[in-house]
């Protein structure tokens, strides 16, 4: 071969690498531009569009001041003035750019300066958002660095006070030192030369950085070129050198350029593929075989089809436009083990004269956490977060779908779910087994509902069911009962079994509702009504319904006002002391009861109002005018009659959670004159357990008052007597349906003589409600049980039918 020959190759050669070269600054995903030493662009590369959001035919003739956020002028003239006087080059500094919509990123600027060439070459890498990513890739890099071995090379360690931690002897050789006995010295003591060589920057800038660097440099004191690579650690940085004068000097200008090519590709954490004309990879750099799990010679066995799950193909036509970019492309690598990679691509083709593509050169960012991420805020905004159903929002969607495509004479039933006993569950044994409760509901559900049909949560311990239903009625009523059957079954939730139960509510489509909304609203209505009929049961929807709920929202409006016109009044129900056999029983005090007098409905029975004024507030303003009240018309009883008498109030949960209740009920007694030992207040079991802590110390501070604390219906939920240890209670009401119960493996006497001795046991009184015979008190008074109330003993009363109640019990 003629030297002629040899000289085209080359410059063939050169012509292809200026082509890559040329190719890969146009794709890359860093900015690099070039100024003219005086600040003004000469060329800069497409990914200002991407990052800046100019155009390069923008900013080509303008002052780079342009791009730089005024906060760091100064900081880039004075680099700008240092890489053009002093140091060349500069790496890794951290600059604010303005984008063109005046945003601000900031940038990693790797510069350079060519006195030769009169020009600066600026690299440019968006570093905002990427800190986990990089910490995470130091770490990585940090544990694989520390586990290298050197391997000939001359090897030292120093800690991040510039101590030398270890060193061989090849590095002791190297500067004339005695390896061992320089230990625990300064770097710089031990290699002064160090302070005029720029090894000693890069030293600095990969202990403050905490990233890698390797490098050539030619070391003056010996006249020898040495590679140069610096590890980061927890505490410092390790550094292996070796002398590479003979390679440097035998270096050829492709060579060289070729190493710096691949040096770039090498360390860039994007992955980085070369494919010929049939799809098989030639060239791949380590982050792309890290992102694949392959080794690189395997990658290199592979054609693109192998690796990828989708991918831009379109790079295969042929085409008339030469080179074609793909920028932005978002492509699915198969991962070696199986699973998917999501990545964004850039890349560029090279073709022949007919534009058959020749190779495909690309640049790929991992992007699955992004997916990922995109991915679940879907979920979130879609389905419950506890149990995994769809939620509001979905169910919504997926039962128009199904109005959308119910045949004609078919219908499609959705149905409100409210769990009948949850809240006691979950005042009892803490939200935590709540949601316990709500995950097995949630999969007792799932497991007796078809395919087709749809289940959600639309929060708290509502559940809807959709179904379609092609008989109607019929088919929605054995779907209802299956609900109500799994439900039933007990449940373990803290170690105890219990069971919740449900009201349904059915609405079908069309016969009930035309439209979704309405469907909603017509099921939950009958599904308040489910409840009102006794619970754990279901109740079609029917047009009478509607009626009743705009006759409770009616009620709710006039009670609103009541309060301010005067409509309540307090009824009080007598309750007496039990004595031995034979011996009547005593006056001890009596219960106030509210009664609403409405101006068009006459009286309204508590039953029908109480549970609004709880739901909507009220109850607060309510309970503090009825405690006022009892104590007030109290005081006047014993002062007409000159007797003790002992009012019992019902307290609502709501009250006991107000901060300043217990300081209410104290200016009330000093108020109205009231002894504090002649109130009782009056708790259910569900309002002690709402919020332990602070109920329990709202007590104690009651009880310090001298007040007496009752606990109203004990037994209907699931707290125990060991249990109301807990709290400062004097007296317990034991509810009617234990002193009425029928069973026939245990006597209602033998019960009630059990609950009363336990009771007793801790210091406690027992009252028993609900006395309708003369017979239940004569076995109330055998089982020692403290008082009694009931309409056999006497009915709730109007105040001047208590006074002559009074009157009796001071004259006998």
């Not at 995903?29 to 100019?54: C, E, F, K, Q, T």
């Not at 006195?115 to 940090?142: I, K, N, P, Y």
């Not at 639309?458 to 239903?469: I, K, R, S, T």
């Not at 046991?761 to 089982?783: H, I, K, P, Q, S």
Request: charged content about 25%; overall charge negative.
């Amino acid at each position: 071969m003629t030297s002629f020959d040899i000289s085209t190759a080359s410059a063939d050669r050169l012509a292809l690498l200026a082509e890559e070269n040329s190719a890969l600054i146009e794709n890359a995903l860093d900015l690099m531009l070039v100024h003219d030493g005086g600040g003004r662009i000469v060329r800069v590369n497409a990914a200002a569009g991407a990052l800046l959001g100019y155009e390069a035919a923008e900013l080509v003739g303008r002052h780079y001041a342009v791009l730089v956020h005024p906060g760091d002028y100064d900081k880039a003239g004075a680099i700008d003035a240092s890489l053009q006087t002093e140091h060349p080059e500069r790496t890794d500094v951290q600059l604010r750019l303005r984008r063109k919509d005046g945003s601000v990123l900031l940038m990693s600027i790797a510069a350079r300066w060519s006195a030769q060439h009169g020009r600066m070459f600026v690299t440019a890498r968006d570093v905002s958002g990427q800190q986990q990513a990089r910490e995470a890739l130091l770490r990585s890099e940090a544990a694989l660095n520390s586990m290298l071995e050197s391997i000939g090379d001359a090897f030292f360690a120093i800690d991040g006070a510039w101590r030398l931690t270890y060193a061989n002897q090849k590095a002791g050789d190297f500067v004339g030192v005695d390896a061992a006995g320089a230990i625990g010295h300064p770097l710089l003591e031990i290699a002064p030369d160090l302070l005029q060589s720029p090894s000693l920057q890069r030293y600095q800038r990969a202990m403050e950085s905490r990233q890698q660097d390797t490098f050539e440099e030619f070391w003056e004191p010996r006249q020898v070129w040495v590679e140069v690579r610096v590890y980061p650690h927890n505490d410092g940085i390790s550094v292996y050198f070796h002398e590479i004068t003979a390679r440097r000097e035998a270096q050829h200008a492709l060579r060289e350029s070729e190493q710096r090519f691949r040096e770039v590709i090498e360390m860039t954490p994007a992955g980085y593929l070369v494919a010929g004309r049939e799809g098989l990879l030639q060239d791949v750099n380590p982050a792309l075989c890290a992102l694949s799990g392959y080794p690189r010679e395997m990658l290199l066995a592979l054609r693109l089809e192998d690796l990828f799950v989708s991918f831009p193909w379109g790079w295969l036509e042929t085409a008339a436009d030469g080179p074609a970019a793909v920028q932005g492309v978002e492509a699915v690598l198969r991962h070696r083990h199986g699973h998917h990679i999501h990545l964004l691509f850039n890349g560029s083709t090279t073709r022949d004269a007919q534009g058959r593509a020749l190779s495909l050169t690309g640049l790929m960012a991992d992007i699955t956490g992004r997916k990922a991420a995109e991915s679940r805020l879907r979920e979130l905004a879609t389905h419950d977060t506890l149990t995994g159903l769809p939620n509001r929002a979905l169910l919504g969607e997926r039962i128009q779908h199904m109005l959308d495509a119910c045949p004609y004479g078919a219908s499609v039933a959705v149905m409100f779910l409210d769990l009948d006993r949850f809240k006691e569950v979950n005042d009892s044994f803490g939200h935590e087994m709540g949601d316990v409760l709500l995950c097995e509901v949630a999969a007792r559900l799932r497991r007796v509902i078809r395919p087709t049909d749809i289940i959600a949560r639309l929060g708290g311990d509502e559940f809807v069911v959709a179904a379609h239903c092609a008989s109607g009625q019929p088919a929605a009523a054995r779907i209802a009962d299956k609900l109500l059957d799994v439900l039933t079954a007990p449940v373990t939730v803290g170690g105890s079994d219990v069971i919740v139960g449900a009201s349904i509510g059915i609405s079908l489509y069309p016969q009930d509702a035309a439209t979704r909304e309405l469907l909603f609203q017509t099921a939950d209505t009958a599904m308040y009504r489910a409840k009102d009929a006794g619970r754990n049961r279901y109740r079609f929807f029917e047009p009478e319904m509607a009626v009743a709920t705009r006759a409770r929202m009616a009620l709710e409006v006039s009670l609103r006002p009541a309060l301010a016109r005067g409509e309540f009044e307090l009824h009080y129900q007598p309750r007496y002391a039990l004595g031995a056999d034979g011996t009547a029983p005593t006056l001890y005090g009596m219960e106030a009861l509210i009664r609403w007098n409405h101006p068009e409905r006459g009286q309204v029975p508590p039953q029908q109002f109480i549970g609004i004024a709880e739901e909507t507030g009220l109850i607060v303003a309510i309970g503090r005018w009825v405690l006022q009240e009892a104590c007030t018309r109290t005081r006047a009883l014993m002062d007409e009659h000159g007797r003790k008498v002992v009012v019992s109030v019902n307290v609502s949960a709501r009250q006991l959670a107000q901060a300043g209740f217990a300081a209410e009920v104290r200016a009330t007694l000093a108020g109205t004159g009231l002894p504090a030992d002649c109130l009782e207040l009056e708790l259910t079991e569900s309002a002690l357990i709402e919020d332990i802590e602070h109920t329990a110390s709202t007590l104690r501070e009651l009880k310090r008052l001298g007040i007496h604390l009752a606990v109203d219906d004990f037994g209907t939920g699931y707290s125990s007597l060991a249990y109301l240890r807990r709290f400062p209670i004097d007296v317990l009401k034991l509810d009617r349906s234990f002193v009425l119960q029928q069973d026939e493996n245990v006597s209602t006497f033998a019960f009630v003589k059990a609950f009363v001795d336990m009771a007793h046991a801790l210091n406690m009184a027992v009252v028993a409600e609900g006395v309708e015979t003369g017979e239940v008190l004569d076995f109330l008074r055998a089982a020692h049980c403290d008082q009694a109330q009931g309409y056999y003993l006497a009915r709730p009363m109007p105040l001047e039918q208590l006074r002559g109640i009074v009157a009796a019990a001071v004259a006998s």
